[in-house]
């Protein structure tokens, strides 16, 4: 899977840093070895808005212009979302191609302007609508959404009413509410699927394969 996501965001990204838990640093260390990628640990499982913070110190070594989050299980993105990702409007703070689907984990609520204004989510107990818009695991913000925005609303020290994790997804629409966010449709809602069972892994490797070359 690291291959493969590797592969997908090479034309696009310089730099890779891959967060691992410590059972899996050892194999995914020498990994980022032989792909001259970084590798870092999430001693404890407080969440992925802590996970993303430990590129904090990656981001103000190399002051890239953008910074890309993607969740490693969304393997089934497209090379077509992920170029337009790349060529989506640099003016905005953050940036994230969105799915809508029936029977959602996630959900976007949006104000009369179109604006994000605020997340629904099945894991934390949400009531959540029988359609809806929600995420890929796929986000490009700039260094300074990253460094200044993200820390401030980090330091808020908000987490999840139900998991009790300290989670990125809110920081979405609380970003929305202060500067531009930018989303576009992906290019199949197959995309969205995270590889968390074996019968995932299947799923979205039959799809892939089944597609005709980018």
Not at 20 to 30: D, L, M
Not at 195 to 206: H, K, L
Request: net charge negative.
């Amino acid at each position: 899977m690291l291959d493969h996501l590797a592969d997908l965001y090479r034309p696009f990204v310089d730099r890779v840093l891959v967060v691992a838990n410590p059972s899996s640093i050892e194999p995914i260390g020498a990994w980022a070895l032989a792909h001259g990628a970084d590798a870092v640990v999430q001693a404890e499982p407080t969440g992925m808005l802590d996970a993303i913070l430990l590129a904090r110190p990656s981001v103000e070594a190399l002051r890239p212009d953008a910074v890309w989050i993607t969740w490693a299980d969304q393997a089934g993105v497209l090379p077509a979302t992920v170029s337009r990702l790349a060529a989506s409007d640099s003016a905005a703070a953050l940036t994230l191609p969105t799915v809508r689907r029936a029977d959602p984990y996630i959900h976007f609520p949006r104000s009369e302007d179109g604006r994000i204004s605020g997340l629904l989510q099945r894991r934390e107990g949400d009531v959540m609508p029988p359609y809806g818009e929600g995420d890929l695991g796929l986000f490009a913000m700039t260094r300074a959404t990253f460094e200044d925005d993200l820390v401030e609303y980090a330091n808020l020290g908000a987490s999840g009413a139900g998991t009790g994790e300290r989670n990125f997804l809110p920081f979405i629409p609380w970003l929305a509410q202060r500067k531009p966010v930018t989303t576009f449709p992906c290019t199949d809602a197959m995309e969205a699927v995270g590889v968390n069972t074996p019968e995932d892994r299947q799923a979205v490797e039959t799809w892939i394969r089944s597609r005709p070359p980018a």
